[in-house]
């Protein structure tokens, strides 16, 4: 008989390690395991170190079982099972993931509790698995990537649009592992009747690239509507309803923006490319591109508006409402295309976080929202919310329906 799934370890505090955490540890102890002294110090004081309204509600309302560490033993001894929730970064050098960090884990895994189970979280390439248990790794590793949008992660967690598993297929002991896995994510859900799909491990790697694949595929279909519009002079929205009144294309998932950006989609985009060398001259790489064309198309619509004597404001530099997270920002990409043409003494920053980016650009960094709007003429703003509504006719954005 397997041992009760009760004490976990989550390596990682990210947004898939923070919020799988916090939700498992409804029911069960659970440690995070970070290098981050911050962010350590801010779950233990029950703080959320990610922009995430749930979570932070969680940490003040629910009596949790979780505790935040940089001890490995502490995280790992006496684990029965161990959550692997970091990042993989893409290599542009080698052109893929850097998977070392993960490799690492499994091993200590392997010296530290070597009976505990491995589920793996983090975006893997295709074929990793196999590759590592060939090499006489642990044999009790499913693979279960998130489908998680940011500032809204715990509340994916809690109501999954579906649980995906990499298994072994022909190992009775994988299989038991996915069943009790799915038992414990289901003990805390508030959606308790999702679909859950158990494959190959491969076909999950996949299902976890093609997926982030298509979205970005998605969000670069759009754009490239919207570059057409900007070109013609044609109205973006109605083009957009029209097309989207279509229930196989539907209404979601289709706002203009300055490009996608984020942690995810650019990096899972470039690694199908290398993992599937055919879609070099497909639909991904083609993705790619509309990406890099879409901060051209939209410097050359500034130009037409906005002249050098004008002060720009540009407002936030994360690519969604309610994040944090500038890696891979267009509305960066598109600053310092401003900063070469404008100048920067021509533009000012408005933003909560990122004051160290600014500087590294040179650019006037304003935390107070009022002086911000009296000292623009012009305010860029790859996203529209409450505070600048107030001056919505000096705002260039290329947002038509307010979301993400």
């Given at each position: 008989m397997f041992i009760i799934m009760n004490r976990i370890a989550v390596v990682g505090a990210g947004y898939v390690g923070l919020s799988i955490a916090t939700m498992l540890s409804i029911n069960n102890k659970v440690t995070i395991l970070d290098i981050d002294e911050q962010k350590i110090n801010a779950i233990n004081n029950r703080k959320s170190p990610i922009v995430d309204d749930r979570i932070n509600y969680f940490f003040y309302n629910y009596e949790l079982n979780l505790e935040a560490t940089k001890e490995l033993s502490e995280a790992l001894d006496n684990s029965n099972i161990v959550i692997i929730s970091l990042p993989t970064d893409y290599n542009e050098d080698n052109?893929?993931?850097?998977?070392?960090?993960?490799?690492?884990?499994?091993?200590?895994?392997?010296?530290?509790?070597?009976?505990?189970?491995?589920?793996?979280?983090?975006?893997?390439?295709?074929?990793?698995?196999?590759?590592?248990?060939?090499?006489?790794?642990?044999?009790?590793?499913?693979?279960?990537?998130?489908?998680?949008?940011?500032?809204?992660?715990?509340?994916?967690?809690?109501?999954p649009s579906r649980v995906v598993i990499g298994i072994d297929k022909l190992s009775a002991q994988c299989k038991m592992i996915a069943e009790q896995y799915i038992e414990l994510i289901r003990s805390v859900t508030e959606e308790k009747d999702f679909d859950v799909f158990i494959t190959s491990y491969l076909e999950a790697e996949s299902i976890k690239l093609f997926s982030n694949a298509y979205l970005a595929m998605r969000v670069a279909?759009?754009?490239?509507?919207?570059?057409?519009?900007?070109?013609?002079?044609?109205?973006?929205?109605?083009?957009?309803?029209?097309?989207?009144?279509?229930?196989?294309?539907?209404?979601?998932?289709?706002?203009?923006?300055?490009?996608?950006?984020?942690?995810?989609?650019?990096?899972?985009?470039?690694?199908?490319?290398?993992?599937?060398?055919?879609?070099?001259?497909?639909?991904?790489?083609?993705?790619?591109?509309?990406?890099?064309?879409?901060?051209?198309?939209?410097?050359?619509?500034?130009?037409?508006?906005?002249?050098?004597?004008?002060?720009?404001?540009?407002?936030k530099l994360a690519m969604k409402k309610k994040s944090d997270n500038i890696r891979n920002s267009t509305t960066i990409s598109l600053l310092c295309e401003l900063v070469k043409y404008?100048?920067?003494?021509?533009?000012?920053?408005?933003?909560?976080?990122?004051?160290?980016?600014?500087?590294?650009?040179?650019?006037?960094?304003?935390?107070?929202?009022?002086?911000?709007?009296?000292?623009?003429?012009?305010?860029?703003?790859?996203?529209?919310?409450?505070?600048?509504?107030?001056?919505?006719?000096?705002?260039?954005?290329?947002?038509?329906?307010g979301r993400d």
């Open positions: 052109q893929n993931f850097d998977i070392s960090c993960i490799d690492d884990y499994i091993n200590k895994v392997g010296q530290y509790c070597p009976d505990a189970f491995i589920v793996i979280k983090s975006t893997l390439p295709i074929g990793y698995i196999e590759k590592i248990r060939k090499r006489g790794v642990l044999n009790q590793i499913i693979y279960c990537p998130e489908f998680l949008r940011e500032s809204s992660a715990l509340y994916d967690c809690m109501n279909f759009f754009n490239e509507l919207d570059n057409f519009a900007i070109i013609n002079n044609a109205n973006c929205e109605d083009i957009i309803n029209g097309v989207c009144a279509d229930p196989r294309i539907g209404k979601y998932y289709n706002n203009p923006s300055f490009g996608y950006g984020g942690y995810c989609l650019p990096k899972d985009v470039k690694e199908l490319i290398s993992c599937y060398p055919i879609s070099k001259e497909c639909i991904f790489s083609s993705t790619l591109c509309s990406n890099r064309l879409r901060i051209d198309i939209i410097m050359s619509d500034i130009k037409k508006f906005i002249s050098k004597n004008d002060m720009i404001g540009v407002y404008y100048g920067r003494d021509n533009i000012i920053v408005f933003d909560h976080e990122y004051a160290d980016c600014l500087e590294v650009l040179g650019v006037e960094y304003v935390s107070d929202i009022e002086e911000f709007k009296r000292r623009t003429d012009v305010i860029i703003a790859n996203r529209i919310d409450k505070a600048i509504e107030d001056v919505i006719d000096k705002v260039y954005s290329r947002d038509i329906f």
